[in-house]
């Protein structure tokens, strides 16, 4: 039982008050570079948990989440924090040196020291320090997936963003694709970005992929959409007026030698791209008559760059034929194949980032899954980068490039470019190659993608699972990590009794362990023959028996187990044959290893009670038939209560007011535990459960609008603007050993919060002599929280005395250099014992129903979260003994929030 120390407690007496208070307490180089990429395939996985039984999204379905989260929070202000999530409670745990996906920056010509660049997932960062560090401009717009940041050349405190990332190219193959990472329209500021506010012509607009602003008119825009092609505004955004529709735009931009004219891409069907062109500064459109004026296939998207030196060149890079460079001379009209042979960039819809030099139109640089440069207009092309994660080349999967203001071909050729890993600068770009002449600009922008995160009270580490930036590891304070394994990384799992070992995934259930605490992790996939594209998710369950840290399950099309999770080999085995779905969702009975449940893709779920038996018997829990009692959705998640074996929680995908479900007999019965209005949770995916292990009613919520808590079992439940925001919140967990919370996000990197619950344990016994003696506790509705007061309540004290006193001391072994209990018979009191040290007395009248109260006061101090004190009550009873004191049994109060 933790204590506060005495030297670090000030206590103090006065009026009948007592105040406590107490002061404050490298890449790895052997992690294995994967050979491909799979943007669509992590796309796919994430629509699949958003979608229905039927695979269908609700109209606003993301905006309506976010209205049902306001009105939780302004519900939550009035009541105390829920689950003991405090205000403050949260701390960023970083990665300070991983950042995740971005695709836009811009550079504010004043000053170029000072940038704004957009995290697809994390919301919009500032520097003042061309990239040194970074701050989070706003934690609570409307939607924090910013792929477009646009400056008005001609008054740069104005400017725009775009919400909603659609660089994707899986639109055919999911119906309702267009409302994936929905966006909120465009948010404008006129100061610089201190301020924001949503443009309300755009509120419906679901991926805004560009804006491109007049440099002859600050009041005309054109910006490009997914879905609904390009819209004009000539208010400055206040309305706008659609001038070219289709299914998808990813670029528009206005001539800089000639704003009357203007250059766009536009899909008019998923599987057709071409290239459009304007010359009445955007108000009509033509299609290309030549080279690109339809180009077939789905990776074909087309990226777009003026060549500022020679009026009307424009160049276009295209994923069809494995990456290709286009060149038009009349303004986009005309195209002629550049590239050929052997110079594919590898360009797609995914990763396609064009530049042209402005005083050089020989000079191209392409990005894709690496960067390429042309000094000979495009026709041939070398590769000059080869990043990885925490490389100072650029992450592999380049999105775009920026000059900086003051490039001019000569004394400065500063490039950014935009990666999966965040941002790199080239400050010679004509100079820069591979291994040579980059920077790497991620620190402090803590913007990583995470599916998910454990963590381990020794050395207090977390692990986690990133998009694209493998798994990554943070130990103590420092918020710098280290690379553990490469690839995209998934879910993780930590030894409870030997945190040497830890277990991680990359995409498709390719398992790795690390048995030097993660430092470096090795496969040991070898044998589990899911671990395929087919045979799993793209992101798959993997759990390690909490009662036998050497079993290990993972889930595909089939269920996996391990017996030697430390040994080699490891040695897997089926234990759950192909039901016709893939397993989403692994949950193991804390203190019952042959209770397992598993739940699958389309619903259903299963239960086994001899899991450690070679070929366990399956029961189907919900069958989606007959027996179906919960959703047919993909159950994301499968916790049981560690406090109760047969209390299992089960969460849904889907945009839904049903996706948190409760059985009270180990599976055979459900109850939907979701809240009531306005204390509900949103209808939105919840990823996560987690339950407080000295408390089965507290409960933690993660979800795509944030995390939410519950002190009712999910009768009730509450949430603040407090912490990592409203970012998709992918895991929570406890960190073994620990009252501390691990919160995944997809977006803001990992948080974890101290959430102690208050907590009153008697201890010790009263005057054994006494048939009565007093007895001491802690008010129900005022127990010891961090910042309030606790109330001490005592009764079976003798009525008509005129006061208690309450003994309250920080150590229930010593007192003064003399051992406790100390027996009282010395005093006159034989039968009673000192429980406590006696460090203050706080006396309090005895009421003529023989009760007493003290009121405790906690300071607003987060170091006391988790400490004790200790009290006794020392009460008058003439004639039982000769002293006539007594004392009740002793009471440790824990403080939490």
């Avoid at 307490?25 to 958003?50: E, H, I, L, Q």
């Avoid at 940038?115 to 320090?129: C, P």
């Avoid at 369950?541 to 089939?558: E, M, Q, T």
Wanted: overall charge neutral.
């Amino acid at each position: 039982m933790p204590r506060l120390s005495p030297s670090r407690v000030l206590v103090a007496l006065a009026a009948g008050l007592l105040i406590l208070g107490c002061t404050k307490g490298t890449p790895d180089a052997s992690a294995t570079k994967p050979p491909v990429d799979y943007p669509n395939d992590a796309a796919a996985w994430r629509v699949r948990r958003y979608a229905d039984e039927n695979g269908a999204i609700p109209e606003r379905a993301w905006q309506t989440a976010l209205e049902e989260r306001a009105r939780v929070v302004a519900a939550s202000e009035l009541l105390p924090a829920a689950g003991g999530i405090a205000r403050g409670a949260w701390v960023s745990r970083g990665p300070s040196n991983v950042a995740g996906r971005s695709r836009a920056i811009v550079i504010d010509p004043r000053n170029p020291q000072r940038l704004l660049m957009g995290s697809v997932s994390g919301g919009l960062w500032r520097s003042t320090d061309a990239g040194a560090t970074w701050a989070i401009v706003d934690d609570w717009w409307a939607n924090l997936s910013v792929p477009c940041v646009t400056m008005d050349p001609a008054n740069p405190d104005v400017l725009y963003v775009g919400t909603g990332e659609g660089f994707y190219s899986l639109a055919h193959l999911v119906r309702s694709f267009s409302h994936f990472v929905r966006g909120a329209g465009v948010l404008k500021s006129t100061d610089g970005g201190q301020t924001w506010t949503q443009l309300p012509g755009t509120a419906t607009w679901q991926h805004t992929t560009r804006i491109a602003v007049s440099p002859a008119n600050s009041n005309l825009l054109l910006a490009s959409r997914r879905p609904g092609g390009i819209a004009r505004s000539t208010d400055g955004g206040q309305t706008w007026t659609d001038v070219a529709t289709g299914d998808s735009s990813f670029q528009v931009l206005f001539d800089p030698n000639d704003p009357t004219k203007a250059v766009a891409h536009l899909a008019p069907t998923p599987l057709v791209h071409g290239v459009i062109t304007s010359v009445d500064s955007g108000a009509t459109w033509q299609p290309a008559v030549t080279g690109l004026a339809t180009v077939n296939g789905e990776n074909s998207r087309i990226e777009l760059c003026y060549a500022r030196s020679v009026p009307g060149m424009v160049y276009a890079s295209t994923g069809l034929n494995g990456g290709r460079v286009w060149r038009s001379t009349d303004g986009g009209r005309n195209w002629v194949l550049r590239s050929g042979g052997t110079s594919a960039t590898s360009a797609g819809y995914y990763y396609n980032g064009l530049w042209v030099d402005p005083t050089n139109e020989n000079v191209v640089v392409v990005g894709a899954l690496n960067v390429w440069r042309s000094t000979d207009g495009g026709t041939t092309l070398t590769s000059i980068s080869n990043g990885y994660i925490m490389t100072t080349d650029p992450h592999s999967d380049v999105h775009s490039f920026t000059a900086d203001p003051g490039y001019n071909g000569t004394t400065n050729r500063r490039v950014y470019a935009t990666t999966d890993g965040g941002l790199h600068v080239a400050d010679d770009i004509l100079a820069a190659g591979r291994g040579t002449g980059w920077r790497d600009l991620d620190t402090t922008q803590r913007s990583s993608q995470f599916y998910g995160a454990a963590g381990h009270g020794t050395n207090d580490v977390v692990v986690g699972g990133t998009q694209d930036n493998g798994t990554l590891r943070m130990v103590g304070a420092s918020t710098t990590a280290n690379l553990v394994y490469g690839g995209d990384g998934g879910q993780v799992q930590i030894d409870p009794t030997n945190p040497s070992y830890t277990y991680g995934e990359t995409q498709y259930l390719g398992v790795h362990r690390s048995s030097n605490g993660g430092q470096s992790a090795t496969s040991i996939t070898s044998g589990l023959s899911d671990a395929s594209s087919t045979g799993s998710n793209f992101i798959s369950p993997l759990r390690l028996d909490p009662n036998d840290p050497l079993r290990l399950y993972a889930g595909g099309a089939r269920l996996w187990r391990t017996t030697n999770a430390r040994g080699s080999p490891v040695g897997w085995t089926i234990v759950k044959a192909d039901a016709g779905s893939l397993i989403a969702s692994i949950a193991i009975t804390p203190g019952a290893s042959d209770r397992v449940y598993v739940g699958h893709n389309d619903g259903r779920l299963y239960r086994t009670t001899n899991a450690t038996a070679a070929s366990p018997t399956w029961i189907t829990i919900d069958d989606n038939g007959a027996a179906n009692p919960l959703p047919n959705r993909v159950p994301t998640r499968l916790v049981v209560d560690p406090t109760n074996p047969n209390v299992v929680y089960v969460t849904f995908g889907g945009f839904a007011a049903d996706n948190l479900w409760r059985s009270g007999d180990a599976g055979v019965s459900w109850q939907r535990v979701t809240g009531a209005a306005p204390l509900a949770l949103p209808s939105a995916p919840v990823y996560g459960i987690a339950v407080h292990p000295d408390d089965g009613n507290v409960l933690y919520a993660a979800t795509e609008v944030g995390v939410f808590a519950s002190d009712d079992a999910g009768a009730h439940w509450t949430t603040s603007n407090d912490g990592p925001a409203n970012v998709v919140a992918e895991e929570i967990t406890f960190m073994h050993g620990t009252r501390r919370l691990v919160l995944a996000t997809l977006g803001r990197g990992i948080w974890t919060a101290d959430v102690a619950r208050p907590r009153a344990a008697a201890f010790g016994t009263a005057c054994t002599a006494q048939a009565q003696p007093p007895r001491l506790g802690v008010d129900p509705l005022a127990p010891a929280r961090v910042g309030r007061s606790t109330n001490l309540l005592g009764s079976d004290l003798r009525a008509g005395q005129p006061a208690a006193t309450l003994l309250l001391g920080l150590s229930d072994q010593t007192w003064g250099g003399v051992g406790l209990p100390l027996a009282l018979d010395f005093a006159g009191m034989p039968t009673c014992r000192l429980l406590v040290s006696v460090d203050v007395l706080v006396p309090a009248p005895i009421s003529a129903g023989g009760t007493a109260s003290w009121t405790v006061p906690i300071p607003e101090d987060r170091n006391l979260l988790g400490r004790t004190f200790f009290t006794q009550i020392l009460s008058p009873d003439p004639g039982v003994n000769a002293a006539g004191l007594v004392v009740s049994a002793g009471l440790a109060v824990t403080i939490g929030w």
